[in-house]
Nanobody, 121 residues
């Protein structure tokens, strides 16, 4: 199994910044694509940003220019730098990875438990 642990969420005021981190641990053979998703109350989970093993990045239009995704492969850690936050960014943010625990097994999807980000004055 691969465990994902998010950290860095909290309550901030509009215009402020936060950085989320997600560290993968457990029986890791290889980590492939990593991503951040979010789910606001009453809404479906949506992709925020995704980064491949080759550092190709896709960022949702709603956060483009404000959020930056990055990863440290040596630490199996994913980051999300969030700037100029607004109330519409309020959501639970989930870390995702497509990972492999052994070369004998196919990779599968793993999710973190989520971290709350609240933007409010």
């Amino acid at each position: 199994q691969v465990q994902l642990m998010e950290s860095g969420g909290g309550l901030v005021q509009p215009g402020e910044s936060l950085t989320l981190s997600c560290t993968a641990s457990g029986n890791i053979f290889r980590i492939y694509t990593m991503a951040w998703y979010r789910q606001a109350p009453g809404k479906q989970r949506e992709l925020v940003a995704i980064i491949t093993t080759g550092d190709s990045v896709h960022v949702a239009d709603s956060v483009k220019g404000r959020f930056t995704i990055s990863r440290d492969n040596a630490k199996n850690t994913l980051y999300l730098q969030m700037n100029t936050l607004n109330s519409e960014d309020t959501a639970v943010y989930y870390c995702y990875t497509h990972g492999q625990t052994d070369s004998a097994y196919p990779p599968r999807d793993y999710w973190g438990q989520g971290t709350q980000v609240t933007v409010s004055s």
